[in-house]
Structures are given as C-alpha cells and as structure tokens.
C-alpha cells in the first residue's frame, strides 16, 4: 500500500550500522500527516549525510512552507551512508523518508535541492535505492517526477537525463505554484499522464523540463543550438525571485536534530542577493537583486527560533551580512536583548573593513566571541583586481590589526588558487601577507599569542559568472602552487609557526569544474562513477579521482571531446553554453565584458552605493534592488526566559 | 592585556534548587546515543524555560549531571538525571514542561527536589534488563542459561576505549532467567519465535553492558538466532537501575529524596 511505512523493515537493520539515530526522525519541528489527508505529496532531499543535510535552509524552508498548506504533505529523506545502503540492497528495504519512514516511490514529487555538483552521484543513490528508473525516459505515471533546485540547478545539463525538471532560483514560491499545478491535473484525472504535467509545468517558463529541449552538436564537439522539441515550450526558461523577505520570515519552526549535525545553531537569512560583484562567485551572480529582510523581522525571527528550537546560537547570514542597510542596529539591538543570556549571536564575517570589527564586538558583548574571518580571496593586489575583490593590502593589515588589539588572539584568512590569470607569484604573495598580518599584530598588541590560519579553496569556474568563459588550472600545477606556498609560510620560523596552513588538492575541483560546466554528455560520466561505485563525492575520504578520471576516458571520447576540453579549454564569446537558454537575468554581453574587465584588471563597483551598471537582473526580471534604512529600531527587552512553560492538561 | 579582556564579565548565578529526573527512552528513541541525549535535553531545558544555572567561566556550561546512561540502541524505562537552578521552581511542572519540551520517547517520567547530599550514581549499583530475542525459541535459551549459570566465570571480548579487552561477564550477573515466550510482533514479515531474557547486572568496572551477557551465552552454549537474526538485532530495554539489595531487589534511587523518612526504616 502507497504511503506505508516501512519502520519495521528498517528497525531490524538499525542496530547494525553506524550512527542509527539519523535515519529514524522524530526532530522537533518535523511534520507527520496522514497519507490520505493531502492531495499532492512532496519528498524533498539534500543529497548528503543527514549531518550536513539536515541544516540545509532551503529544504527546511521549503518543507515548512509546504506542509503549512492543508492539502499538502512534505517528508525529507536523505543520502544512506554505505553500510545501510548495502544492508537495504540485501534486504530489500527503499530509500525512506525519515518523517514518517515512507517509501520514497511513493510520492508526487521527488525534489532535490544541489547546492554543490558532488551531490550528482547520490542523487543516483537515492533514485535506485527508491526503485525510480535512473532515466527520466524510463520512469511512467507510477514514478515521482523528480525536480532539482539550488545553485547547482542554473546549469543542471549534466543531470538532464535523470531528472523530469529543474526550478533555477527562489523556491518558496515556486514549490506552491507546482503544488497547484499537479493538484488541479490530479483533480481532473492526470489526462494526458507524464506528458501533460510535464508540459503543463513547461509553459509556466519558470520549470525547465529537459525533454522538451534537443541538443544540436557542431562536428568539433562544441553546442550548435539548444531548441525546444514541443510546441507551447519556451526558448528560455526564467528563475524565480522572492521580492518580499519580509512575507517569507521562514524557517519559523527550524528543525532541531537529535543526531549532531554541521551547524548547531539557528541561521537567520538577513538579506539575500550580492552585489558586491566577486566575479568567481556564482551565488552573488545569481541572486541577485539584493534583497533585505528589515530589522524587525529579523529580530522576531531571532526570537521565535530561538524560543522554539531552544538554540543558543544565532547565525546572521547572506553572502555579505556587513552590507545590510541596518547592520549596525540590528547587532547592537540583538545584544541588548540577549545580554546576560546565554545566547551567542553570530555574523559570518567576510568583507575586511573595521566596521566588521565593531559589529563582532558587539555581538560579543555577552563574553561569547565567535571567530573572525576574512576573506581577501587573492594574495596579490592585480589578482584581486582580476577578481573584482577591492581589498587594500593596507586596509587588511589595519583590519586584523583591530581584531587582535580588541582581543581576539586567532583570525582566519581565506584565499583561492587557481583563479583565472594565476601566477606562482600571485599565490606565493599570500605568504607575504600573513606575515604581515602576524608582525604587524605582534606589533600592536606586544604579544607573541595571536594566530592566524590561512585557508585556501580550489577555483572552480561556474556557470552565470563573468569566469564561465575560463580555463581551469591543471591540478599538478595547483598542487605545486601550494607547496611552494606552504614552504614560504615556514621559509620564517618564527612567523610561520603561528600561521595555520589548510588547502584543499586541485584534484576535486577539477572534477566539480566538469560538473559545473558540462553538459547533457557528462551525464554518461556521472552514471559509470555512480555505476563504478561512486558515493558521497563531496566528503575527501570517499571522493576518488581515478574514478572520474577513467569514467571520463571510457565516455567522453565517443562523443569527440574529453575532460580537458570541459574543465582547461577556455571558452570564445560565440560558443552557445550549455546554460544559455537557462535564464538568470544577466546579460550575457555584460558578463563577456565583466570577463574582458577582468584579464585588464578593471575593478567594477557595487551598484548598492553606485549607480547601475547594467548587469540586467533588475529590467529582465522587472524587480530591483531593495535596501532600507527601514528606521525603525529595537526595543531594549529581554524578550527570553519568561519562566517555566508548561503544558495545558490534555 | 588582551587576556583580560577574555574573561567573561558578569559571574553566573548560584544553584539554589537541584532536581533529579528519571525518563525513558522508548522506541526508534533508543537510538539515540548519550551525546545526542545530551544536546538534546540542554535544548529542551531552554525551549520549557527551565532557570537551568550555568558553571562559571570563560565558556559557561548548564547544570546537568548524568547518572550511568544506557548504550545506544537499549531502550529505558529508568534513566537519571540531576540539574541545578538559578530560581526555585514546582518539581511538577518542570516534569511536565521538560517533557514536552523533548521528542515524544525521550519522556520525563518523574522529578524530584534533591533533598539529600550525596550523587545519584553512588546509589546505581546495578541494572535490570528484559532482553528481547527474535530468532530463539525458549528452549534454546534455557539451555544457554543453564550453561551459563553452571560457569564461575564466562570471559568475553569487546573493543573499548582503550583498545580489545578481555573480562568476565558471569561475576557482575545477580540474576538471570528465561521467561514466558512470545511471538514476534506484528509488521515483521513471517511470525518468529522470540525469547525473552531477564537479566539484574551489577555496576562494575570495566561496565558489563547486555551484549556482553548475549556474547556470555554464546561464548558457553553457542547461542546463535536464526537468520536474518543476530544477536545484535536482540531488543534490550533497561527496565530498573538503582541500589541493589541483599534480597536482589533494586531500589529507585530517587526513593531517598522522595520520601527522606522511609529510607531510615529500610
């Protein structure tokens, strides 16, 4: 029967695996409904480890806002680890929801949220654990239709075989609008089976639906054309924005795991949307507009998460928290109302100015001090010129300065390598740097106690950034970039000993590099490393690039290209990407000539302070940046600990 | 100095009230680990606004102390905690806010105020079982309980902390018998025999957990379930942990704070 559950299956296995207590629910905050009280029935996944999915915001927003409605029900499921997987396999167990411990075949809808590529190959996990062909051509009426969100769905080409859509952009509207659409045909008797719904939610021009489009290939391998194959099919498929944050102050009831989990806290999304124009970052491209949620909301979030979660942590996010119009009240607002409690607040901190400073003291205030980090991205001035990240050397120095003289004793510095027009000389100026920040704070504070780590990402070019046109380093030259690195940190004994060193291989990027920027042919590849074994490709111990590797030779050269031609080949303005006719609002001749900006080293500035410069989010999707001041301000209350709540008697 | 400046600036306020709690855990609950548990209750004592008083210093940690916890995957029905109070507050409705306050099979069964010195683990000295056995018939179990019984000493094997250890399980066992049969229950796929094993195990060092009794019965009577069963599929529930009397009886360890009077004339 559809919507049972299959606990006693499952219980049996549980004393056999590890950590058990993520596959049986049961948070606070999760949603059990009867199976026959909703009309249309969603399973959302993070295709990760419960521990990192479960935090996920978008599938705990979406989830909310999904089962608020009456006729509808969401369940969450999550990637198995390899021990239960083999054990469900044996014993014939599906891919389970943790809520309600439903199979997931049984569903409508089967929606994903990718917010890294590595995701891809879980994906396949999920499906096969599930019983769901792995090709959407296979699937029939019986199947869930599976839809793809997240960052990673801007391009999501490489996936196009396995999934029935995608939704590029905001979810929470959209996730209603298909509830509708799939509710009204279930009503009228699913005419037309998969087809039909599959078209119906097509013309909406804000679903993408792979099927209805045919790829063209040029002989030398590059994309000719992409075209609708069906009539009543848009060209160009749009991504949803949420203009209002303030109507969406969602996750109201977050989920509170019993199992640990990657972040313990309460997030609270302050604005969404960048603008500040890093030209390698794909997540401040593709939300833009920037939007703020006002100060009042963001306080009464603060308040009612906290009360119900019990958190006693709260984490102030977006892509550049510093930049809210009323950043500076909102912090010292929230600390009044939590001083003398034992609640921490935090703001991830990454533009490098004193006024981050100011704001971390004062979120510090309760003696609860969370780290600093910053983010200069670059080592040397011209590369952070090439990326539009307009940070003195200066204004570093005099910024980690601050922090130690304020008293925090270890900052984090992030940087990148393998960013576009890269040197050794570039990289190695990052050593020089923290030499810097550790003399110059040994100077300021007279003491020999301040530290400070230096963490290095691999570049990997994306999709709707002026970098998509970008070759990618070979990761033996990364490799060597940092090792050269490493020993010019340690080349000074004495600096390098308080200079903390961690970087990722140049090999993992690579490979997300050709799930970023591939197309309907690397899915072939996807396939044989799921096939070969491929599990959990975001997490080091599991991630195999041999495995890539040899998938990629036995496929891509029946198609007359290769994993250099995806991932080092750098790209000529007349090339169709595989993502043009995905919509994110920018103006592909503005980003050519973000990237033309970029190879001269000319800086590009924000358009929250300076007037627009044309990237085409705003007039394409008629919306525009919203920022306050909004004015208002909070009241000094303690808004926590009103005694003892009990319960009503039943 | 920047060290100084570290230090937390307002002291926490001091403990004038301690209660001690028993719950359970009941069903998938029993999966979760002492860990989980713990995060879990330090939430929900925040979320029923507990006035949970705080350990002084720079990273200022709630009140909570635990009595022996059962091992991941037992289910209880006899689980202790004690917590301290910056305010006083009715023993009763910190029962009633703090179970509710926690996901329904972690239940606050009972709360009492500490009125007696002392901790709640001086006065666990040993655990009654009900060990569950899909895949053994009655039979099988008796004769494994015979075997074992018969024996001074049983060693068995166990990976711990510090590496493959070697111990006796028969020593710290009070008590152990087969009893009634039943059938397994019902949204298994095919009726099983299941036995069940009751078992009083002494506190002792290193700890004999109710696996290692199993491992006992298999190491003297080679008891083994039927496939697909395991003896790591068996269902352990503590039902009692307390002070173990001469008779073999074991005494709630919250009797003493209950009722100061009635201990004196035990």
């Known amino acids: ?130 019983q769901i062909p792995l090709l959407a051509a296979d699937r029939d009426e019986s199947h869930p239709i599976v839809v793809a969100g997240g960052h990673a769905a801007f391009n999501p080409e490489p996936i196009a075989d396995f999934v029935d859509a995608a939704v590029l952009g905001d979810g929470e509207e959209a996730v209603l609008e298909i509830t509708d659409i799939v509710a009204a045909w279930k009503r009228e008797g699913s005419p037309g089976g998969r087809d039909e719904i599959l078209l119906r939610l097509a013309k909406t021009e804000s679903v993408y639906v792979p099927r209805f489009y045919d790829v063209d290939y040029l002989p030398d391998g590059r994309i000719q054309r992409v075209v609708p194959n069906r009539a009543g099919v848009p060209f160009r498929v749009h991504k949803r924005t949420t203009m209002d944050l303030d109507a969406w102050p969602y996750p109201k009831k977050p989920l509170v795991p019993l199992a640990e989990t990657v972040h313990e806290r309460f997030a609270v999304e302050i604005f969404r949307g960048c603008t500040r124009g890093c030209r390698f970052c794909q997540a401040g491209m593709i939300t833009r507009p920037v939007r703020e949620r006002s100060i009042t909301t963001v306080a009464q979030m603060v308040h009612d998460g906290l009360e119900f979660s019990g958190f006693t942590e709260v984490g102030l996010l977006s892509l550049s928290s510093a930049d809210h119009s ?38 510090a205030r309760n003696g609860r001090r969370t780290g600093l980090t910053f983010a200069p991205e670059g080592g040397s001035e011209r590369i952070r010129k090439v990326i539009n990240k307009m940070v003195s050397e200066e204004d570093l120095i005099r910024t980690v300065t601050t922090a130690y003289s304020n008293g925090w004793r270890q900052v984090k510095l992030y940087f990148m390598c393998g960013l576009p027009t890269e040197t050794d000389e570039d990289v190695l100026q990052i050593a020089r740097l923290a030499h810097n920040v550790i003399k110059s704070g040994r100077q300021a504070t007279g003491s020999k106690d301040i530290r400070c780590t230096v963490s290095i990402g691999g570049f990997v070019p994306k999709p709707h950034t002026p970098f998509q046109w970008a070759p990618m380093e070979r990761p033996e030259v990364i490799d060597a970039r940092l090792k050269a690195l490493k020993n010019e940190i340690n080349s000074d004994r004495s600096l390098g000993r308080a200079i903390g060193f961690r ?148 | 100095m920047g060290r100084t400046k570290n230090q937390p600036t307002g002291g926490q306020a001091p403990v004038v009230q301690r209660i001690r709690l028993r719950y359970t855990k009941r069903g998938p609950m029993r999966f979760t680990s002492h860990r989980d548990f713990a995060r879990a209750v330090e939430r929900a004592i925040h979320r029923a606004g507990i006035p949970i008083a705080f350990s002084q210093g720079f990273t200022p940690h709630p009140k909570i102390s635990f009595a022996s916890a059962a091992p991941t995957g037992v289910a209880s029905e006899a689980e202790y905690l004690e917590i301290g109070l910056r305010e006083r507050v009715d023993p009763a409705d910190l029962c009633k806010a703090l179970d509710a306050a926690l996901s329904p099979g972690l239940d606050v069964i009972e709360a009492v105020e500490a009125n007696t010195p002392g901790s709640l683990a001086d006065r666990i000295t040993a655990s009654s079982w009900r060990i569950e056995l899909p895949g053994v018939s009655d039979e099988q179990l008796a004769a494994a309980v015979a075997a074992f019984v018969a024996q001074s000493e049983v060693l068995v094997e166990r990976m711990t902390k510090q590496g493959r250890r070697t111990f006796d399980t028969r020593d710290a066992v009070a008590s152990i018998a087969a ?13 099983v025999p299941c036995a069940i094993l009751d078992l009083v195990v002494r506190q002792v060092t290193p700890s004999v957990r109710p696996d290692d009794v199993l491992s006992g019965l298999r190491v003297v009577a080679d008891l083994e379930p039927s496939a697909p069963h395991s003896l790591k599929s068996a269902r352990a529930t503590r039902l009692a942990q307390g002070t173990l009397t001469p008779q073999g009886e074991i005494v709630d360890p919250l009797d003493v704070d209950r009722d100061p009077v009635a201990i004196g004339e035990r």
Request: hydrophobic share 35%; proline share 6%; glycine share 8%.
């Open chain 1, 503 to 650: 970087y990722h291989d140049g090999e993992p990027s690579l490979i997300e590099g050709l799930l970023a920027r591939g197309d309907r042919r690397v899915g072939a590849v996807i396939r044989k490393v799921w096939e070969d074994g491929g599990r959990f490709d975001g997490w080091s111990e599991h991630f195999s690039y041999r495995r890539w590797v040899d998938a990629a030779e036995a496929v891509l050269p029946g198609f007359g290209v290769d994993l250099d031609w995806f991932t080092t080949r750098e790209r000529e303005q007349s090339e169709v990407l595989p993502w043009d006719h995905l919509d994110s609002g920018l103006d592909k001749d503005w980003l050519w000539q973000d990237w033309q900006d970029a190879l001269t080293e000319y800086e590009q500035d924000d358009c929250r302070w300076t007037p627009c410069f044309d990237c085409g989010v705003c007039p394409s999707m008629d919306t525009s940046i919203q920022i306050g001041p909004t004015g208002q301000k909070l009241l000094p209350i303690t808004p926590v600990n009103t005694g003892l709540r009990v319960p009503a008697e039943a």
């Open chain 2, 179 to 191: 009893v009634s049969s039943q059938t397994s229950p019902p949204g298994v796929v095919g009726a």
């Open chain 1, 1 to 130: 029967m559809r919507g049972e559950s299959v606990f006693p299956q499952l219980e049996q296995l549980l004393p056999l695996i590890s950590k058990p207590i993520q596959y049986i629910g049961g948070e606070l905050g999760s949603v059990v409904k009867p199976w026959e009280s909703a009309t249309v029935r969603w399973v959302l996944s993070y295709p990760d480890a419960y521990e990192v999915g479960l935090p996920n915001q978008g599938v705990q927003i979406l989830y909310e806002v999904l089962n608020e409605r009456d006729d509808v029900l969401a369940e969450r499921t999550y990637a198995v680890w390899p021990d239960l997987e083999q054990l469900m396999r044996e014993r014939g167990v599906p891919q389970f929801t943790v809520d309600s411990h439903r199979a997931v075949g049984d569903f409508d809808l089967f929606g994903l949220s990718f917010s890294t590529e590595l995701g891809y190959t879980n994906m396949l996990t999920e499906l096969s654990l599930a």
């Open chain 1, 326 to 363: 009323e950043i500076g009240d909102i912090c010292s607002g929230l600390a009044d109302q939590y001083e003398g409690t034992n609640v921490s607040l935090s703001l991830p901190s990454t533009r490098v100015d004193a006024f981050n400073i100011d704001l971390a003291q004062e979120l």
